[in-house]
Nanobody, 125 residues
Framework: QVQLVESGGGSVQAGGSLRLSCAASGDIADTNCMAWFRQAPGKEREGVATLRDGRSAALANSVKGRFTISHDNAKRTVYLQMDNLKPEDTGMYYC???????????????????WGQGTQVTVSS
């Protein structure tokens, strides 16, 4: 089993920045694909960023140039740096993990075995 705990959410004005963290514990050797999803009110959950094997990153088109996914192996933590935030970035952000050679923002949430509890991000205009 893998446990994921997100932190770092909050409320910011448009143009601001936040850094989300996802701390992993447990049998993390069971995972090689880390992802950030978000869900806005009334909308489906969507993939935002993924990181495979700690080095191959992918970002959704809507966040390219503004968000960065990274990790600290020693801390077993994955980060999502979010800059130039927009009101449409508002939502609950979730960290997820799976083991697969397929790791990208197009992969459905249904294929992720492990999830965190989520952290809220609110961007005001």
């Amino acid at each position: 089993q893998v446990q994921l705990v997100e932190s770092g959410g909050g409320s910011v004005q448009a143009g601001g920045s936040l850094r989300l963290s996802c701390a992993a514990s447990g049998d993390i050797a069971d995972t090689n694909c880390m992802a950030w999803f978000r869900q806005a009110p009334g909308k489906e959950r969507e993939g935002v960023a993924t990181l495979r094997d700690g080095r191959s990153a992918a970002l959704a088109n809507s966040v390219k140039g503004r968000f960065t996914i990274s990790h600290d192996n020693a801390k077993r933590t994955v980060y999502l740096q979010m800059d130039n935030l927009k009101p449409e970035d508002t939502g609950m952000y979730y960290c997820a993990a799976r083991r697969s050679v397929t790791c990208g923002v197009q992969v459905s949430e249904a294929f992720y075995a492990y999830w965190g509890q989520g952290t809220q991000v609110t961007v005001s205009s």
